[in-house]
């Protein structure tokens, strides 16, 4: 489970690690945002929540690997940066429909890695206000659920090979 969690994490890592510092920074000292006590540990929490809802969304998908033989397709249309639903993370989700809103905040939680949490951050306005304050919950819920099911995974595994 953790390879699944790490393989995240590729030889690009550091150098990407770097420029998002160096970026994050600098956008910090750009945005207007009131940096409390409140503020830095909500931020801290949204976080590592993304974290783990990130990672969670790998696992997951990564343990349907144990029932199939080739899934790589469910694997990107979830997790890919280029054309998977991780991808719809780089836009607020207002612009989807209500249909594709819907799937990125309750079936594969990405909403709750970003959009929520920042907009609460940056004090806009939203449909769901409260929703800022569940990256944390959703986080354990994906986790446990993600663990759950690899643990399932790994009970009922059965070799593909010869």
Known sequence: MLYMVLQQFQYTFLP???????FWIYSMRKLSIEWTIG?????????F??????????VFTGTISFWTIRSEEIVSLLTNNNYGLKNYTDYPITIY??????ILTF??????????????????NSAHP?????SPLIAVIT???????????????NSAGA
Do not use: C, D
């Not at 990407?16 to 160096?22: A, D, G, Q």
């Not at 429909?97 to 819907?102: A, E, H, R, Y």
């Open 16 to 22: 990407r690690l770097f420029l998002s510092v160096f």
């Open 130 to 134: 409260g929703f800022a304050y569940l």
């Open 97 to 102: 429909s209500k249909g594709m809103q819907f």
């Open 39 to 47: 503020s830095v540990l909500f931020y801290s929490a949204s976080m």
């Open 143 to 157: 986790g446990v659920a993600a663990y759950l099911f690899w643990k399932n995974g790994l009970k009922h595994y």
């Open 107 to 124: 079936i594969v939680p990405y909403a709750f890695t970003g959009y929520y949490p920042v907009g609460h951050l940056l004090g806009k």
């Open 49 to 58: 929540s993304a974290f783990v809802i990130f990672s969670s969304i790998t």
